[in-house]
């Protein structure tokens, strides 16, 4: 069992080890729902825990999603995640010990109201103080444009970026699902690959984590594709 535990903790270290967070950063939300245990023996209904070098097949939650170039990069970030912490990656169908479904959505959630100050040009007069030539400082008033700023009220839609990982335990042809990770970010962004790796490491980083884990984590700030 100490055994046990030491490679859990190896395997859960190597994840955070190739995550880095950059700034500015954005709150994102990840619940956890888990059946995975270290002692499955001693835990009825609880499921073990993926060990070394087990074999995890990669698959779309919705197979029209297959092609999609997401699911591309979804499964490039996978590989590399599981790679780290020496899980095998397969073929669905290559007697795969866990199969593990990906979905993502983007939606639209909310429209908020922002505020800016903006230049503007007035015409008109006023007072201030000029120099004259041979003639030092005076004052009085002068006549023309000036520069000003005032606020603007505008409104944003913010969408509910989501992605969402579910871990299958196979045993022949019967999946039993152990673990599901559903992580959310509001943005006014309306497209996900800009921070969806960022996104994927959070939800492997809690493949460890207690059932009913719900948490708040800083992702990087990373919007360059909607602007």
């Not at 080890?17 to 609880?46: H, Q």
């Not at 002068?142 to 520069?147: D, E, I, L, R």
Request: hydrophobic share 40%; charged share 20%; glycine share 8%.
């Amino acid at each position: 069992m100490l055994r046990k535990f030491f490679k859990v903790a190896l395997i859960a270290a190597a994840f955070v080890a190739v995550s880095g967070c950059a700034a500015p950063t954005v709150k994102t939300n990840v619940a956890i729902s888990s059946k995975l245990s270290m002692t499955p023996d001693l835990n009825p209904g609880l499921h073990a825990m993926p060990d070394w070098g087990d074999k995890i097949a990669i698959m779309p939650a919705v197979s029209s999603k297959k092609n999609d170039p997401v699911y591309s990069s979804v499964v490039g970030s996978l590989e590399s995640l599981l790679d780290a912490a020496h899980l095998e990656t397969v073929s669905r169908g290559s007697g795969e010990k866990y199969r593990l479904s990906v979905d993502w959505s983007v939606k639209p959630s909310r429209i908020i109201q922002r505020t800016e100050n903006v230049p503007v040009t007035v015409i008109g007069g006023g007072y201030g103080w000029g120099r004259y030539h041979h003639h030092g400082w005076h004052g009085g008033p002068y006549f023309g444009p000036q520069m000003g700023f005032v606020t603007r009220a505008y409104p944003e839609q913010l969408y509910m970026r989501e992605l969402v990982l579910k871990l299958y335990e196979m045993k022949g042809s019967k999946a039993t699902s152990v673990f599901s990770a559903v992580v959310r970010n509001e943005a006014g962004c309306n497209r996900i690959d800009d921070i969806l790796p960022y996104m994927v490491q959070s939800a492997i980083d809690n493949l460890y984590t207690q059932d009913g884990t719900v948490k708040v984590v800083e992702l990087p700030e990373v919007t360059d594709v909607c602007r």
